[in-house]
């Protein structure tokens, strides 16, 4: 099994864990959490192969990613009962799954296309688009939406691999790079609340001004 | 006429009219009939073809579909106002296009790449798939996340069709018992409130006890 | 370049624009606005492409696209808090942009298919996808669910490009005739509020005429 194979599994079984955690939140049935760990799981990948026109798509060409969404699926179902803190777990995962999908996305596109922007783009995409499918179809406010870095440690993710193959550098080694910078974006974002600034339409605008104290202390 | 075509023009017939029903509720014009039938319609066929990469999709290489699609938009548009439960009909003319796309979608599944599994996940995604973007873009809670069985209905369908097959009963008998199947247990569903058991966080949590009786009585 | 490429990027501008301009109503980051920028500049042309079969999709065989994109989202970002009505601007930019798109997506259609029901609907698809998805991921009330003409526009404008195709006409007069018909048709709701007759469930029931009042009060 290739590299880029190891990743994709790891990939598909993490977003599939945080879209079974999801069904968890929704207090769905065991079906419900196989949906959603299956649409989570590879909804990414989908999108990355219809564009670039590699179809059928990747699970329908070898269905050991579905089995492994099952499996999950089920895992969770029995497990998550056990776990004390779902949300938190779920946004972890989340954060390693989009590590490992903004290089095999980006690797995909490159190994493809060989455009680096391409590249970079697929990768973003992909490792994005399970989470706001996810979101969606549980009726739950867009990971986009929220003020912490995400697509940004995607994009971050998908140029360093995309950087690192340009250079020259062996497939393990940019991938490696790749997922470290990714996760550590991802990882200090949930962890210091690190944010990009942000846009602000009308700096210093009392009603700006209310709105910001008003979030902060949701928090 | 194949059997499998009349199947498919009655799936999308039947999604299209739940398509044109959603935009009676949100009182359209008659464009918005025409979108909505078309886009609930055809969408989860779309997808199917999508990914097992029979492109053009069916739609495109035969027009009909559309045609139908907006045929039954201005039926629905004219005639609607006369029908007295209109969100009752359109959770039952649901179901029969669930049950017949059940079976199609699996059998389109089947037909190109053999393999059981793949054959299962189309059959549920085409049968599903348009209800969801129905909900999605009509802004109405998903019905996924009703409690009652509806992705498991179109999983049994596609499951009993695909056995079906394998054991070697003829196309006929094959869909009949998928339409059968899937049509049995979500009509179970909407009649009997049929359900299965849902994941519970914390068994016997007072705040779980309370939701649930806050739920039962809204029914 | 051909008039169609420049329609094409010109669409896709506009699209971004509107996109950015949202991603700015949500206060997002950089790469917030590149990422709604990207994703309402490029979707509905995604959706026509796949749906024709024309894979890789445009923007992957061409990555100009996505640049544009990406200069448009900075440019956005940079610019918009000098802007007094951004909602305004958005939706005047969505109108310009259909317009481009309805006779974008239907001549693409035409070309490809020779079927002119399918260049209608790719036209319409084409030109509303982009707000469609916007508006989803947003999570702003669907532009489909609001009262004035929208998907009538690009309809009429993808109708009127093909009609002119097939009676001959150079493409550039087809073109200019499809995109002065959608844009006068959107434009004019936007300016005069114009409607088509909206589906009315129980005519002169005292609900309805409450809920009517209660609407035209909030304008």
């Known amino acids: ?11 598909v079984a993490l977003f599939a864990a945080t879209g079974a955690l999801a069904a968890s939140r929704k207090q769905l049935d065991l079906i419900g959490f196989l949906f959603f760990a299956a649409a989570t799981g590879v909804g990414g990948g989908t999108l990355r192969d219809l564009t670039l026109g590699q179809v059928p798509v990747f699970w329908v060409k070898d269905p050991t990613y579905l089995i492994i969404c099952a499996a999950v699926g089920i895992a969770v179902f029995l497990t998550a009962h056990r776990i004390e803190w779902r949300y938190h777990l779920l946004v972890w ?58 697509v ?39 962890r210091y609340d690190w944010t990009l600034p942000r846009y602000r339409a009308r700096p210093g605008r009392p009603a700006d001004e209310a709105l910001r104290k008003r979030r902060s202390k949701k928090r």
Do not use: C
């Not at 099994?1 to 990939?11: E, Q, R, V």
């Not at 596109?109 to 060989?114: D, W």
């Not at 992909?126 to 912490?148: C, K, M, Q, V, W």
């Open 1 to 11: 099994m290739s590299l880029l194979t190891m990743l994709d599994y790891a990939g």
């Open 93 to 150: 995962l989340d954060a390693v799954g989009l590590s490992a999908y903004s290089v095999m996305g980006a690797a995909k596109g490159l190994a493809i296309t060989g455009s680096p922007t391409i590249a970079i783009v697929t990768g973003t995409m992909t490792a994005t688009f399970g989470g706001i499918l996810r979101d969606l179809i549980a009726n739950e406010p867009s990971i986009l939406l929220r003020p912490e870095i995400y």
């Open 152 to 190: 940004t440690a995607a994009l971050a993710g998908a140029s360093a691999y995309t950087a690192a193959q340009l250079l020259g550098l062996p497939p393990a080694a940019s991938s490696a790079a790749g997922i470290f910078i990714a996760f550590a974006l991802r990882g200090g974002a949930l």
